[in-house]
């Protein structure tokens, strides 16, 4: 059986995780780990040591990072350095486009479904939902939307397991999804 971790920015990114890594892969041909940090600065810090001290072998490593506002390509270089730095350059790092929001801003079927607040989805082909990435507060958008039904951890944990896998509104959402399909071998 393969290993694949997954190292995570915040909590809500492991909560969202939990639920949806088990709809990704066959029954079986993957065990998952989710190891979640406190925030941006805990994740760089600890990276390096994490996978330079990462003992099983033949594990697969994936980085997940909010963008907010910083440059994305900056951003992602500067990850992808750390994992060189820890002799992992095989590393799959992404960048979620401004934040975990923007991709449940993509899929508000998944949102209407996982929080139960009835007629979400009709609003999915309005300009703000289209391309969610571009939006600069997605998490502000949400709470909006929902009329403050949205919460971080028990949202996150919610929409996964309805989350659509071939969803393409949200860039950063399809990149997440075809790059671990790439490292799995489930995509040539």
Request: glycine share 4%; charged share 25%; aromatic share 8%.
């Amino acid at each position: 059986m393969k290993y694949i971790v997954f190292f995570l920015e915040e909590r809500s990114a492991k909560a969202l995780l939990d639920n949806l890594l088990p709809r990704l892969f066959p029954p079986d041909a993957f065990s998952c780990q989710c190891i979640p940090f406190e925030g941006k600065s805990n994740l760089q810090k600890q990276l390096p040591k994490k996978l330079r001290g990462w003992l099983m072998p033949d594990t697969l490593f994936v980085v997940l990072h909010d963008q907010d506002s910083m440059d994305c390509a900056t951003l992602k270089t500067r990850l992808a350095r750390l994992c060189e730095e820890a002799n992992k350059p095989e590393t799959l790092v992404r960048i979620v486009c401004r934040e975990l929001e923007s991709w449940y801003l993509a899929d508000l079927h998944a949102v209407e479904k996982g929080l139960e607040v009835d007629g979400l989805s009709k609003h999915q082909n309005a300009s703000l939902y289209r391309a969610p990435d571009k939006q600069q507060h997605p998490a502000k958008m949400l709470q909006h939307l929902t009329r403050g039904k949205y919460q971080k951890m028990a949202g996150s944990r919610a929409m996964g397991p309805h989350l659509d896998l071939n969803n393409t509104r949200s860039a950063s959402f399809r990149n997440f999804i075809t790059g671990v399909r790439r490292i799995s071998g489930l995509l040539a």
